[in-house]
């Protein structure tokens, strides 16, 4: 138990300082740094490295974006195996639909809950 927290730990925090590493070093923009990740998570799931990775460490690999694109293309190779060429184009969403699901959802739940206001 306790060595799967710091599993978890040590890969989500590498993966994070990689991502820390590019808004200080680079001038790419967040929303390229964002969508790199996830590319990054498609390729390394497309090429055998990311699941692996995931079992392993877990949360640490699932929860960062990388996770959001392993789980994108674990998902059109398995609806392209089911479905065919098709799949290629519902595969990503219907792995997807769930995880973006809750965060709509959530992210509606704490704008109602919570007041905003402006910082001063």
């Given at each position: 138990?306790v060595w799967d927290?710091?599993?978890?730990?040590?890969?989500?925090?590498?993966?994070?300082?990689?991502?820390?590493?590019?808004?200080?070093?680079?001038?790419?923009?967040?929303?390229?740094?964002?969508?790199?990740?996830?590319?990054?998570?498609v390729v390394l799931?497309?090429?055998?490295?990311?699941?692996?990775?995931?079992?392993?460490?877990?949360?640490?690999?699932?929860?960062?974006?990388?996770?959001?694109?392993?789980?994108?293309?674990?998902?059109?190779?398995?609806?392209?195996?089911?479905?065919?060429?098709?799949?290629?184009f519902t595969g990503?969403?219907?792995?997807?639909?769930?995880?973006?699901?809750?965060?709509?959802?959530?992210?509606?739940?704490?704008?109602?809950?919570?007041?905003?206001?402006?910082?001063?």
């Amino acid at each position: 138990m306790v060595w799967d927290c710091i599993k978890a730990f040590l890969v989500g925090g590498l993966i994070c300082l990689g991502g820390q590493q590019l808004i200080d070093r680079t001038k790419l923009t967040p929303a390229r740094i964002l969508t790199l990740m996830v590319v990054l998570g498609v390729v390394l799931e497309a090429v055998g490295i990311y699941g692996p990775l995931a079992d392993w460490a877990g949360a640490g690999a699932t929860v960062p974006l990388t996770g959001f694109g392993s789980n994108l293309a674990k998902g059109v190779r398995r609806t392209v195996a089911q479905e065919g060429l098709l799949g290629a184009f519902t595969g990503g969403v219907k792995a997807a639909a769930g995880g973006v699901t809750a965060a709509v959802f959530f992210g509606w739940l704490a704008a109602v809950l919570c007041k905003s206001s402006d910082k001063a």
